[in-house]
């Protein structure tokens, strides 16, 4: 794809984060497209592309009344999001539509308008994992960690230290859902969840949503924001059953996803001024900053630990709280591009400084799948 | 009221010789014909080569302990917290979802790559379900 040639020039969450028991589910993803579409300044019949995941398209088509000649309902998790971005900056390239709508909404903490995840038994995954006693991801996620501790000498303090230095750039988020300062024995005497991890780990049940408005980059100039241009995307699956993984000392989707954005932004690691990956639980950073390159795995723990990535560190890492302090509705992959995008525009609650790049890393069901979007403010 | 039962499988006609083997006491494997590949989970090809040549055979029943967790909270139906959900890494080469019998659900007994055997849990009549248990010896 084209470096640059298409932007995001709208970008919004839900006008509530966290609990939002007067909404139900359909009603936040029109809540973030309607506030998306203002920050725009658009209207929504200047919209003729969409893209959603788990509710279908069609469904947010017809609630906001658009009539797209696009359409795309790439539904593998939480990073869909990423997929959709990726997707669209094809799809706009190719001259399938102009203007794309991507939204992201959960009730899941709430849980109106939303039909209960299930696994079907005669399913792979219902006949090889569900009756060994999965039951939600906490039970399934974290199951590769202990063998990732074990090859890289790993330690639970600084796994524990994801989120102590999570829950600093929370602090300076108004909208993050939980700002009080921990420390590492905070989290290592917090409830146990499933060993090695407690609930300090996991990230938090909310409800909520965003959403996204692209263009292409030569339209993008007249909008009312700082366009935020698209330098590089990257995609892949592996298993949707984690107990089928390559490996548990790396995800096979990260190392595609991760390494082709990279390529095709043309960027090194050391261009990175900011970074998002997606925290559904404490291990995912250090998969990510192993499998992106950005150092070695048996590094990663250790990095983190030393405070490389906490406000003033050298690589700031989920700005905004992340998954385990922000908010995660389900599906947290477009609360990491909403960060992304504010980063970019330089609105972010906690600025960094000057960034003009930024690589934003989503994962999929337990590491099923990945999305790797780079973003730039400079054309 | 019965207690809440644990998740039961149900076959389909590509893992039906799966769930057979183990109601006949046997952890059963495919392997291809044409490039020796063992894989699992079933599937009535290689997923390595594509070749539609693959043979089903008597698995050792031998393992090691690859990775785990220890759920506490929430428990599925049927389990009583806290149990482990763990990974065995095949003598064969394909890991599998498993649980852990006859040793203690804690990080202590539960010592990666500890060596397992297989034993078999009878749901049902129809389904007898592959656990592991620390290996004799």
């Known amino acids: 794809m084209r470096r640059n040639a298409v932007a995001v020039v709208g970008a919004a969450e839900t006008t509530e984060l966290g609990v939002i028991p007067n909404m139900s589910q359909i009603q936040l993803h029109a809540d973030a497209a309607l506030n998306a579409i203002a920050d725009a300044g658009l209207k929504l019949s200047d919209i003729d592309g969409i893209a959603t995941a788990v509710e279908t398209p069609q469904q947010i088509a017809h609630y906001l009344g658009i009539t797209p000649t696009w359409v795309d309902g790439t539904s593998v998790g939480g990073c869909s999001f990423m997929l959709h971005v990726r997707h669209a900056a094809a799809a706009i390239e190719a001259g399938l539509c102009k203007t794309v709508l991507i939204t992201h909404a959960e009730s899941g903490k709430s849980m109106i308008g939303k039909q209960p995840r299930s696994t079907p038994a005669d399913s792979l995954n219902g006949q090889f994992e569900a009756p060994f006693g999965v039951y939600g991801p906490p039970s399934m996620f974290p199951i590769p960690v202990l063998r990732y501790m074990k090859t890289y000498g790993i330690t639970h303090e600084q796994i524990a230290m994801v989120a102590?230095?999570?829950?600093?750039?929370?602090?300076?988020?108004?909208?993050?859902?939980?700002?009080?300062p921990i420390t590492v024995e905070d989290v290592l005497n917090s409830r146990m969840i499933a060993y090695p991890f407690r609930i300090l780990q996991c990230c938090l049940v909310t409800d909520g949503g965003g959403a996204l408005i692209l263009t292409s980059a030569d339209r993008a100039k007249d909008f009312r924001n700082k366009p935020?241009?698209?330098?590089?995307?990257?995609?892949?699956?592996?298993?949707?059953?984690?107990s089928q993984m390559e490996?548990?000392?790396?995800?096979?989707?990260?190392?595609?996803?991760?390494?082709?954005?990279?390529?095709?932004?043309?960027?090194?690691?050391?261009?990175?001024?900011?970074?998002?990956?997606?925290?559904?639980?404490?291990?995912l950073p250090l998969y990510g900053l192993g499998d992106l390159g950005f150092m070695p795995h048996e590094e990663t723990g250790k990095f983190i630990a030393d405070?490389?990535?906490?406000?003033?560190?050298?690589?700031?890492?989920?700005?905004?709280?992340?998954g385990l302090s922000y908010m995660h509705s389900g599906m947290y992959g477009m609360y990491a591009l909403q960060e992304s995008v504010r980063q970019m525009r330089g609105i972010a609650p906690a600025q960094v400084k000057d960034a003009t790049i930024s690589v934003c890393h989503g994962v999929g069901g337990m590491f099923a799948a990945s999305g790797t979007i780079i973003f730039t403010n400079e054309k | 009221m019965a207690e809440p039962a644990r998740a039961k499988p149900k076959p389909t006609p590509e893992t039906q010789h799966f769930w057979d083997g183990t109601q006949a006491g046997e952890l059963r494997l495919q392997r291809c014909d044409a490039c020796a590949n063992v894989y699992f989970p079933p599937r009535p090809f290689c997923p390595c080569c594509a070749s539609r040549k693959v043979s089903v055979f008597k698995a050792s029943g031998k393992g090691t302990l690859y990775s785990y967790v220890i759920n506490h909270r929430p428990a599925a139906p049927g389990f009583t917290p806290p149990y482990a959900i763990a990974v065995v890494e095949l003598d064969e080469g394909p890991r599998m979802m498993s649980n852990i019998i006859d040793c203690p659900q804690t990080p202590e007994a539960l010592e990666l790559d500890m060596k397992l055997e297989v034993a078999f849990e009878k749901l049902d009549d129809k389904i007898t379900l592959p656990l592991f248990r620390p290996a004799k010896g």
């Open chain 1, 164 to 180: 102590v230095v999570q829950r600093e750039w929370a602090a300076k988020n108004p909208r993050a859902t939980m700002k009080a």
């Open chain 1, 228 to 242: 935020v241009y698209i330098l590089g995307t990257g995609e892949s699956v592996e298993t949707p059953m984690v």
């Open chain 1, 247 to 283: 490996t548990f000392n790396s995800s096979r989707a990260f190392k595609v996803a991760g390494p082709t954005a990279f390529k095709e932004a043309g960027i090194a690691h050391k261009d990175v001024d900011h970074l998002m990956i997606y925290d559904a639980f404490a291990h």
């Open chain 1, 307 to 322: 405070g490389n990535t906490r406000p003033g560190g050298k690589l700031p890492l989920n700005t905004n709280g992340g």
